[in-house]
């Protein structure tokens, strides 16, 4: 939260310092609409402006991010003209005199270099040509140089060359929010892979030697279960989307239920309660699967055979602006010592890095509030509870997974 409100500041105050100085540019005495003095307008007008560039800025420094945002970038310094570059070449330039940019990227080789801003004076042989002096501030992310914010006008000017300098700090604030964006992004691919590289080898073999031993006996069950294996591999690999729905995610976990339902017959029973109002509630994919396996691999699979079934029941309630997912086994149970020692990373017995996996997706989506709630004790057995907000900004499904 510290490090969230330290990045607010640093984006505030250049907008605050650019909006003071363009509003003692634009200062006039007619009404500013009862907003006050004609600097406090102005103010409100550059911090609109900023909001405007903001959002495209949020994708990271590309051709099409640059052309979206440099028009509103351009306004905030009044400038007339404003280009944008990476390492390499001009991404777009706006205003007039682009017939400058040769001269710009070759001016751009030392400050690119050393990540400090300069002015330049430029050469035209056009008489009308009011572009005469270029001012260049880097866009940094992480001490790393990504390109140039470069503001071109008339004259030389000591309070162009800071004003360009505060806004090239906001551009790059929003690069730097971009990039933890995409680091987020690969985070999340990462532990999806790692979820599907859980998909336990033993399960599959378990799984097609079932389906086998019903090909000559029964065809038509061999049949059945071979659709179920396919379906549920087809959804745990599936390669759009973040996000799932609740429906989706207990579909995928009925296929898995029956096969397993198929390898140890009257041994395992399932309850599910499931409120409709709550299918739609968008979740993070491969989300509640895992906790089901884990409910198998503890309350059947460490069970011996003599020792009678072995009851899982999952329950999904409508909780006001919440779904609350309950899934509970009668098995063997888990010291809370070692499942906190499993939930921290300290330890990764079998079975483990689903539960730390599920368990840091759901508070990385929604916050710490909101990660998984366990209860169990040696020969208890386990009640997993996972708190799901039928509406979180940036969560959404991708859309119905459905069969070729």
């Known amino acids: 939260m510290s490090g969230f409100i330290a990045g607010l500041c640093v984006a505030i105050l250049p907008l605050l310092a650019a909006g003071f100085w363009l509003g003692r540019r634009t200062a006039r005495p007619e009404n500013s609409g009862g907003l006050g003095t004609p600097v406090e307008h102005a103010t409100f007008e550059t911090l609109h402006t900023a909001s405007l560039a903001a959002p495209p800025l949020r994708a990271g420094l590309t051709e099409e991010t640059a052309r979206k945002s440099a028009r509103r970038l351009r306004s905030l310094l009044g400038t007339d003209a404003l280009c944008l570059t990476d390492q390499k070449d001009v991404l777009v330039w706006d205003g007039v005199g682009g017939h400058h940019r040769t001269e710009i990227m070759e001016l751009l080789a030392g400050p690119l270099e050393s990540g400090r801003g300069e002015a330049f004076p430029l050469t035209c042989s056009a008489p009308d040509c009011p572009v005469r002096w270029a001012v260049v501030a880097p866009l940094t992310v992480d001490d790393r140089v990504h390109g140039a914010l470069v503001a071109c006008a008339p004259r030389e000017s000591a309070v162009l060359v800071r004003a360009a300098g505060e806004v090239a700090r906001w551009v790059s604030v929003q690069l730097e929010l971009a990039d933890l964006d995409q680091s987020r992004t690969r985070l999340i691919e990462a532990e999806i892979k790692a979820l599907r590289a859980q998909i336990s080898p033993h399960f599959i073999f378990n799984s097609l030697a079932v389906i086998a031993s019903f090909v000559r006996t029964d065809p038509e069950r061999a049949r059945e279960l071979l659709l179920e294996f396919a379906d549920f591999t087809r959804y745990s690999f599936r390669r759009h989307g973040d996000f799932t729905t609740l429906a989706e995610e207990l579909h995928a976990i009925d296929h898995y239920l029956a096969l397993v339902r198929a390898r140890?017959?009257?041994?395992?029973?399932?309850?599910?309660?499931?409120?409709?109002?709550?299918?739609?509630?968008?979740?993070?994919?491969?989300?509640?699967?895992?906790?089901?396996?884990?409910?198998v691999k503890h309350g059947l699979e460490g069970k011996a055979a003599s020792a009678g079934k072995s009851h899982i029941s999952i329950t999904a309630q409508d909780a006001g602006a919440e779904a609350l997912v309950v899934i509970e086994d009668d098995g063997a149970g888990m010291d809370p010592v070692l499942l906190r020692r499993i939930l921290a990373g300290e330890v990764s017995p079998s079975g483990g890095i689903g539960l730390s996996n599920v368990d840091d997706r759901l508070r990385q989506v929604y916050g710490d509030a909101y990660g998984l709630v366990i209860e169990t004790a040696p020969g208890a057995g386990m009640k997993i509870t996972a708190r799901l907000p039928k509406y979180q900004p940036g969560v959404h499904s991708a859309g119905r997974l459905t069969r070729e």
């Open 264 to 295: 140890f017959g009257d041994r395992l029973s399932v309850t599910l309660q499931i409120a409709p109002e709550v299918l739609p509630v968008a979740l993070p994919f491969l989300c509640l699967q895992p906790l089901v396996e884990n409910a």
